[in-house]
């Protein structure tokens, strides 16, 4: 009665028997037997008849409690009598214990598969030690194997990138839309890889993507019907092409604020400070120096690949230093560190250092404006005085949303703005013109996205390219090469969300692993989902 409840508690549904239970040092040691009908050779699967020996075979089983379990179960060598059959004798596996060439059951080594899908290698082999399991990191990754490739494409493939190392090596992940799961990792995300995948596994009928050049040419290749554009990266580059708009036409909103700034207070006179100049910042002389190795290279005619691969920059980051002033470049790597102090108490900082001819206190100036309502803190006043002695200091600018805020309120739907952000954006319309287009155009197009009007695609790009500021031209302009990706992206239900969730999954498999896996250990785990 006793072996039937080890049995029942150790061996649930098994064919074993167990004999003995015994304790060698503090490790439970349990000796069983096989009972299991004599099973059939692994070669030819002839079912065996003769005995030819028995032995013991040791097994480590999943713990009880804090105690590791041994099994030594003792199992049966089999002749086999088909004489065509170059196997003359093989041993027994009990089916749910042990499996060939094996030193741990069935159920432990699930365990550790488990344990090294989730964790990867060195954080596993940390579990597995708490866990009183015997198992390094070698043995825990020798348990994953990537599963197999169908010969077929899904119906509905997704394809996006990832960075193996951001800004210098990308692989390409694909992935069954309708499923959510991954189907394949490619070590690169050249249009060559990715058309030659698709040759070698047919039956896509829609294909989601970006708006990737390598991706759209190799999709034109092996699959030139199948082709969607996603909508969200639609929506992205339309995003990108405002807020440049915004940045182009920062003047006209500083000229019309500063044009209805009424002055409550008379202030004091205005300052005379010296000629303002950008700090040598580290993000400031980086931007520098990259400006001017692109354009030197540029005037070499060098290509926009070259160049992204000499300098180990991302092809959109050549571009945007190839079209963009440095000026506006400066500007932006200046906005990234701001000094913190808001404009109102700036313009009365100023003019209290210029009466003071630069002998005043940053705390005394700090009690006078947190008197007027500053609620910053003393370091962020004493910096920006700093500031004003070297003559880093940016100059007092009227009160204007940045391109950004502009931007999330055009992209927004109307709606979801309050009265406040609402009336900004009127404000804004009125001070240029050439921001009400874009905004104008930038509804329209996220009209057609939200309710899928593909059909009115056409007309949208011929509005965009008569009049509209040239970043929207640009962008009507790539539109117009990609038409009938775009247009079924406008028309048909399917998109790449679940594209971008494996993604994010990627990401926190690279991270967790510290960027050490290989790319056959990384595709591995990316494949194998639990």
Known sequence: MASKTVEAVLFPGIDVRVEHVSDSCDVPVVEAVSTARPSRCPDCRKKARRTHSSYQRGLNERPLGSHRVIVRLRVRRYFCDRKSCARKTFVEQVPGLSERHRRSSTGLTGWLRSIAIELGGRPAARLCRRLRLAAGRTRLLRLL???????????????????????????????DVEAGRVVDVLP?????????WLTEHPGAEIICRDRATAYTKAVREAAPHAEVADRWHLLQNLSAAVEKTCHQHRDCLRKRAEEETVTEVPEPPPMLLPPAELP???????????????????????TISAIARRLNLDRTTVRRFRDTALDELL??????RPDGVPEPFKAYLNARFTEAEGQVSGTRLFLEIQARGYRGSRRVVR????????????????????????????????????????????????????ITRACDLARAFADLVRHRRGYLLLEWIRQAEQDAPKPMKGFAGFLSQDLDAVTAGLTLPRSSGAVEGNVNRVKTLERAMYGRASFALLRTRILIQP
């Open 145 to 175: 194997t990537a599963p197999t490739v169908p010969a077929r494409a899904p119906r509905v493939p997704g394809v996006d990138e990832f960075a193996f190392r951001k800004g210098c090596t990308y692989g390409t992940v694909l992935v």
């Open 188 to 196: 690169d995300r050249t249009s060559e890889t990715f058309a030659a």
């Open 280 to 302: 040598r910042t580290q993000i400031i002389e980086r931007t520098r120096h990259r400006h001017e190795d692109i354009h030197r290279l540029l005037e070499k005619r060098w």
């Open 331 to 336: 500007a932006s790597a200046r906005e990234r």
């Open 383 to 434: 910096k920006h005085l700093a500031a004003l002695r070297v003559g880093t200091a940016e100059p007092v600018r009227a009160d204007i949303p940045s391109p950004r805020k502009i931007t999330s309120w055009i992209m927004r739907p109307r709606e979801t703005l309050n009265e406040s952000q609402d009336e900004r954006l009127l404000q804004v319309r009125l001070a240029c013109p050439d």
